[in-house]
């Protein structure tokens, strides 16, 4: 069974910065997507960064000149630094894996609160 586990949310000032990880365990095979998704209160789930086993990575305009997506798959984590935080970044975050090979997969972490605060 993969799961996968977030660290790394917290409160910080507007212009802070935090990086979240995801570590995923179990039979993820070789070939997957991670993504971070983000959940602010009353609104839906929105994409925020994509990034392939090619080292493609998509992020949304929103915050492409802010945040990078990164992943070590040795360790099978994936990483997203966030900096110059603004209030409209504060969400819960959650990380996704979705196999691109193979049987189909899709698996979602736990869930990381980001408050950006003064």
């Known amino acids: 069974q993969v799961q996968l586990a977030e660290s790394g949310g917290g409160a910080v000032p507007p212009g802070g910065s935090l990086t979240l990880s995801c570590v995923a365990s179990?039979?993820?095979?070789?070939?997957?997507?991670m993504s971070w998704y983000r959940q602010a209160p009353g609104k839906e789930r929105e994409l925020v960064a994509t990034?392939?086993?090619?080292?493609?990575?998509k992020l949304v305009d929103s915050v492409k000149d802010r945040f990078t997506i990164s992943r070590d798959d040795n360790k099978k984590t994936t990483f997203l630094q966030m900096n110059n935080l603004k209030p409209e970044d504060t969400a819960v975050y959650y990380c996704?894996?979705?196999?691109?090979?193979?049987?189909?997969?899709?698996?979602w972490g736990q869930g990381s609160l980001v408050t950006v605060s003064s």
């Open positions: 179990g039979s993820t095979g070789n070939f997957y997507a």
């Open positions: 990034i392939t086993n090619g080292n493609i990575k």
């Open positions: 996704n894996l979705q196999r691109i090979s193979g049987p189909y997969l899709e698996v």
